[in-house]
């Protein structure tokens, strides 16, 4: 009885072929094991990288939708307080320009 296909246990030489082919095996199991452990690694470290992008796009959304009402009041006071200057300093140069040509 033979436990491998085609293997004659009957002498020495059948036995030493069925070991090589048993070493061969399980060393290509190994290699196989190895190569499978290293894409894990790739694989896990690539999702511990997605899962921290999302985190921190996550937290970037939170900031710009919860936005402190307060701050952005005063900042919008001052824009439109730069603006009224402007429009005023304008007026006033326009006006300092019709006087100095009624001088004439």
Known sequence: MTAVEGADWMDVGGIDTTITQVESAINTLRDMASEFGNNYSIVQTR????ENLINVLEEGADDLTLADMNEESANMLALQTRQQL???ALSLASQA????LQLF
């Open 47 to 50: 999702q511990d990288f997605t």
């Open 86 to 88: 402007g429009i005023n």
């Open 97 to 100: 320009a019709q006087s100095v």
